[in-house]
T-cell receptor
Framework: AQSVTQPDIHITVSEGASLELRCNYS??????LFWYVQSPGQGLQLLLK??????LVQGIKGFEAEFKRSQSSFNLRKPSVHWSDAAEYFC??????????FGPGTRLSVLP | EPEVTQTPSHQVTQMGQEVILRCVPI?????FYWYRQILGQKVEFLVS????????KSEIFDDQFSVERPDGSNFTLKIRSTKLEDSAMYFC??????????FGPGTRLLVL
């Protein structure tokens, strides 16, 4: 079945530590791939996107994501997390000819 | 930087009442969308709108829902007779292609 999964419901990291949030998709053809962040009580902010080309994409706020076709993954990374990064992170895909499908989200907590 | 805006930020209504959620998409965008996020759940697609008509809708978007672009700037979602299960955060999004969508801050709807 076509789906977007984010295996980690909740992740806690210490401030300054590195971060990786996982996203896997299950579609026949590679969809467009996105990461959005939702701070408490706020809307969805686009962090980065992948359509084609270089498989390592840079986004805002120091985030990057790597597309791996062989693993059907699009994991989000940040080398050093800041307390303000605490939020909910959503992976989303846009399959060809369809609408956005969001993953269930990963909640990130940051310890001081 | 242009952004999508939504009003009101919060709305409380009685079951059975009609509500209208308002959105002002980014001015040069042509595609408009509504999504909802029930508390603690993932973001779900409701409807897309292009060229003054619905281009696609999900099974959630039943006869109780309607959308309209009453003038050149606003995009509204109407729920005719609200139910308890309509309580959610409703996000409007817009895009100038069928790719990257930019989201508003959301309207939190509480149906009592």
């Amino acid at each position: 079945a076509q789906s977007v999964t984010q295996p980690d419901i909740h992740i806690t990291v210490s401030e300054g530590a590195s971060l990786e949030l996982r996203c896997n998709y299950s579609y026949g053809a590679t969809p467009y791939l996105f990461w959005y962040v939702q701070s408490p009580g706020q809307g969805l902010q686009l962090l980065l996107k992948y359509f084609s080309g270089d498989t390592l994409v840079q986004g805002i706020k120091g985030f990057e994501a790597e597309f791996k076709r062989s693993q059907s993954s699009f994991n989000l990374r940040k080398p050093s997390v800041h307390w303000s990064d605490a939020a909910e992170y959503f992976c989303a895909v846009l399959p060809y000819g369809q609408n956005f499908v969001f993953g269930p989200g990963t909640r990130l907590s940051v310890l001081p | 930087e242009p952004e999508v805006t939504q009003t009101p930020s919060h709305q409380v209504t009685q079951m059975g009442q009609e509500v209208i959620l308002r959105c002002v998409p980014i001015s040069n965008h042509l595609y408009f969308y509504w999504y909802r996020q029930i508390l603690g759940q993932k973001v779900e697609f409701l409807v897309s709108f292009y060229n003054n008509e619905i281009s696609e809708k999900s099974e959630i978007f039943d006869d109780q829902f309607s959308v309209e672009r009453p003038d050149g700037s606003n995009f509204t979602l109407k729920i005719r007779s609200t139910k308890l299960e309509d309580s959610a955060m409703y996000f409007c999004a817009s895009s100038n292609s069928q790719e990257t969508q930019y989201f508003g801050p959301g309207t939190r709807l509480l149906v009592l």
